[in-house]
């Protein structure tokens, strides 16, 4: 199946940046969306971001718009995501996964089935 990886993630204070980063080496990965997921303790895990494969189309949660920039290198097999102007609420563990060719729903976490092993962001109240 291949790995997803995440990488980048630390605490960063309110009103700062962070990017985070994913590689994977799913080996049936071609053309699939990539998404960003967060999760908190005792909350279910909720869609951030997510690109196509050529970067042309490009969803973002309403929480995260117009202060999170995903972004992906196809032949590089990486996407990004940019945070900036970070919350507190923005606090959680950053989950990359590539969705199935068969699922619509691009929300829906049961959509995906390559998950990387999260990575912990911190903005501290």
């Known amino acids: 199946q291949g790995e997803v990886v995440e990488s980048g993630g630390g605490s960063v204070q309110p009103g700062g940046s962070l990017t985070v980063s994913c590689v994977h080496s799913?080996?049936?990965?071609?053309?699939?969306?990539m998404a960003w997921f967060r999760q908190v303790p005792g909350k279910e895990r909720e869609f951030v971001a997510s690109?196509?494969?050529?970067?042309?189309?490009?969803t973002y949660a309403d929480s995260v718009k117009a202060r999170f920039t995903v972004s992906r290198d196809y032949n590089k097999r990486t996407a990004w995501l940019q945070m900036n102007d970070l919350k507190p609420e923005d606090t959680g563990v950053y989950y990359c996964?590539?969705?199935?060719?068969?699922?619509?729903?691009?929300?829906?976490?049961?959509?995906?089935?390559?998950w990387g092993q999260g990575i912990q962001v911190t903005v501290p109240s």
């Open positions: 799913v080996r049936t990965s071609g053309g699939r969306i």
């Open positions: 690109i196509n494969f050529s970067g042309t189309h490009i």
């Open positions: 996964a590539l969705k199935k060719f068969t699922a619509d729903d691009v929300y829906s976490v049961d959509s995906y089935d390559a």
